[in-house]
């Protein structure tokens, strides 16, 4: 990892400069591509993980969202953003962005459990899918 924002890895060839935009622009550019590709992956990760709890939910008769947890983890989160010098507002916003995905989901699985659809013990999680 780079020891500064503008320290390009060493493994990484140059990119060519494009429409006189300077080289570290350019640099900086794929560095962000490449974490956005894998903030995308990490959100599916995520979202396998929080399908299965909405399965477990639904099987046990929990409601699908639970507001201590909920509290608990935005008060964790924003402190985890405080100590890495990002908006603690934009962490907790980014959070509920998620989360009323994530109860959205939890609420049809809900439903499909309730007519009928999800029954019984549910298989072990496959994180591979």
Known sequence: MPDTPHDVPQDRAPLPATDGMPQE????????????????????E??????????????GGLPPADPSRDRQQVDRLK??????GLDPEFTE????????????HH?????????????????PLDTYA
């Open 25 to 44: 622009i350019l640099d900086l550019r794929a560095s962000i591509d490449n974490i956005d590709a894998a903030l995308v992956h990490l959100l599916a």
């Open 93 to 104: 916003q980014f959070r509920n962005f998620i989360v009323s995905e994530v109860i959205r």
């Open 107 to 123: 609420e049809r699985i809900a439903a499909e459990h309730a007519a009928g659809r999800l029954k019984g013990e549910l298989p």
């Open 46 to 59: 995520r979202f396998k993980m929080t399908r299965r709890v909405g399965e477990l939910k639904a099987v």
């Open 79 to 84: 402190g985890l953003a405080e100590g890495a």
